[in-house]
């Protein structure tokens, strides 16, 4: 019995026994809710081709195909509806867009939690590589010292206050504190109330009894 052995090469297949030479093609695809680029009525090996998912749609595999010896090589991959996560921000509040499932041009906007301030955009577009622009960060509010008052001090002494942080106010020996006795980092980053003053307490005279 005579043997039959197949060849693969350079896009062909050759079949010994009848001498006959094959060239390789591949049949043109279509894929729901893209369109390809490099589009052809028949492709020939090696010919290669790009798969652009449509608006508010991406890709799930290679964009990009080559026509092989089995065919079209990695093979086509459907076009998805964009969807995004819920946005994964701490010490914030959604008020307002949509909610969740997210889909392709859905938008939200949220706020800080008192005491909180934003770094970043409110408000965010879902696109087709996620949140546009990227979600924010909510950070802790902070406040500098407040100003050293002549004749006193307060505690407790830091570098930086974080809001709600409060100190307290005392005056030296022979000051008496004129104003509020503490103070609150607020959410504006300042303390409140501002400073008090220490004045000098005036000696009182002391009279004797007349006998």
Known sequence: MESIY????????????HSVTKEIFCDP??????????ISSLYRYND????????????????RLTCGE???SPGFSPCIVVTCERPKILNAVRIGGKWPPYKYRDF????????YKMEGSDRMICKEDGWDPPPPQCTIVTCLPPTLIHNGQF???????????????TCNKGFKLKGSASSLCTEHGIFQPSPPQCEEMKATKQWGLIA
Request: net charge positive.
């Open 48 to 63: 290669s081709v790009k798969i652009r998912c449509n608006e508010g749609y991406k890709t799930v595999g290679s964009d």
């Open 29 to 38: 695809q279509t894929i729901q809710n893209a369109v390809i680029v490099g």
């Open 108 to 115: 939200v906007r949220y706020r800080c939690n008192e005491g």
């Open 70 to 72: 089995n065919g079209w």
């Open 155 to 169: 505690n407790p002494q830091k570098k930086v206050y974080e809001y709600g942080n409060s100190v307290k106010f």
């Open 6 to 17: 197949f060849q693969k090469a350079f896009g062909m297949v050759q079949q010994s026994k």
